[in-house]
Nanobody, 130 residues
């Protein structure tokens, strides 16, 4: 099993930045290939995809609304996933979740659907004031 815990959320003014972290424990990507992702749920809305990191190669993929502003990264040695968020806007206000799924060492897929992931953190609140 995998346990994920997000941190780094908070209240920020529009145009500001936050860096979210996700700590993984248990059967982690230090020893097993895992694809990782970030999702968010805004008030009154469905959970939506934000960013994904492939296992093989570590390339990233973003939803259009955050391209150029958000950067996802991972540190396999530390079992950590990060989301650097710049130029934050009120529409970015949401609970942010990290997610993980076991995959194959040769996997080059990008996973953007929440049903693709098996493990989720409890979420961290990000509030952007105008």
């Amino acid at each position: 099993q995998v346990q994920l815990v997000e941190s780094g959320g908070g209240l920020v003014q529009a145009g500001g930045s936050l860096r979210l972290s996700c700590a993984a424990s248990g059967r982690t990507f230090t020893n097993y290939p895992m694809a990782m992702g970030w999702f968010r749920r805004a008030p009154g809305k469905e959970r939506e995809f934000v960013a994904a990191i492939r296992w093989r190669g570590g390339s990233t993929y973003y939803t259009d609304s955050v391209k150029g502003r958000f950067t996802a990264s991972r540190d396999n040695g530390k079992n950590m996933l990060y989301l650097q968020m710049n130029s934050l806007q009120p529409d970015d206000t949401a609970v942010y979740y990290c997610a993980a799924k076991f995959t194959a060492y040769t996997d080059t897929n990008t996973y953007t659907q929440d049903r693709d992931y098996n493990y989720w953190g409890p979420g961290t609140q990000v509030t952007v004031s105008s």
